[in-house]
């Protein structure tokens, strides 16, 4: 890694931490203000309510620290403006930031008001659907034994990324169940797809490499803003992220896979991101299979995720999220050396 984009993650990973801890609390009396809370029920686990509108926090300090960047390093402003005659990077930034803003939009409304779980689907696949249209998209995939598999039609890279973007936004919501939990889970997939980010970027292509750049600063914002906003997520939470943050977060980390590890020529480019954010996935999975199989509604909330079979067992909410922060770091781990092993020439 150069000098100089070290100097770029470094920055915008300070800035972010720092701007979340200053902005959350503002949040915090905003959400109160306009009694935007989370109120007990039987399925839930606080005793008194809760301020939501916590992704308020996240998504400013993430935001501005990527713009405090663009100003303050004249690399990144030159990395930005990258371009070929098929491609651009400042389009492709922006798009970005457009589905992020539209997502969070989208949340704020549902943790005022509640939204149908078919209005919030139908948003997701809108915000991506703007962002295939600057040019983030799946075109094709490299898997074992085939190489890389191109997608020659347009409807099967849509279907492709849209599948992606819902699988890593409703893995992040669903994880979304004790304090702390799915933040800190994120902060951890972040570091990993940082570090995977700066593995590869030396074995690839110049288009390859600018998007594992780009892909690095944007986990380290994500990474700073989430440990920021732990400091008054973390038990006992002065406030919940809602859906407004649970989906931005995930919405992000597809950002960052779709631009980074998938367009690279590793042969494990499909199962790094898959193995680094193993313990929400492994949850979605066994939980949409359990309503398939019960024929309960897909979106309909209960108390059978596996942090939640952990607390029936006697667990602290402490403890169960300590437990997902190893687990998700040994996981990260394997897909850091899966990346040594595998995706980096000796």
Known sequence: MTWKMGSIIYAVFFL??????????YVI?????????????????????????GGLGIFVAFNVAILLCWF????????????????????????????????????????KYGLPS??????????????????????????????????????????ATVSWFLLFINSVNFSDGLDGLACGIVAISSFTFLAIAVLMWGAQKTLVVQNLKLAAILAAALAGSCIGFLRY?????KIFMGDTGSMFLGYMLAVITTVGTLKTTAVIALFIPLLALGLPLTDITITVWRRWHNKVPLFTSDRQHLH??????????REVVLLSYVLSGILGIFAILLTIYKGVPH
Do not use: C, E
Request: charged residues 15%.
């Open 118 to 159: 078919s209005a919030k689907l139908f948003g997701q696949i809108l915000v991506v659907l703007v962002l295939i249209n600057y040019g983030i998209k799946i075109s094709g995939l490299v898997v074992p034994f085939f190489n890389f598999l191109a997608f020659n039609s347009i409807l099967v890279t849509q279907l």
């Open 233 to 237: 997520n973390f038990f006992p939470a």
């Open 308 to 317: 939640h079979r952990l607390l029936g067992k006697g667990w602290t909410q």
């Open 29 to 53: 009396r905003l959400a109160t203000k306009l009694k935007v809370m989370d109120q007990p029920a039987q399925r839930k686990i606080h005793k008194k309510p809760i301020p939501r509108w």
């Open 16 to 25: 972010s931490l720092a701007l979340s801890l200053l902005v959350t609390p």
């Open 72 to 111: 303050i390093f004249p690399y990144f402003r030159h990395l930005v403006h990258f371009s070929t005659s098929k491609f651009s990077m400042s389009a492709q930034l922006i798009g970005i930031l457009v589905g992020g803003a539209i997502l969070i939009i989208i949340g704020t409304i549902d943790d």
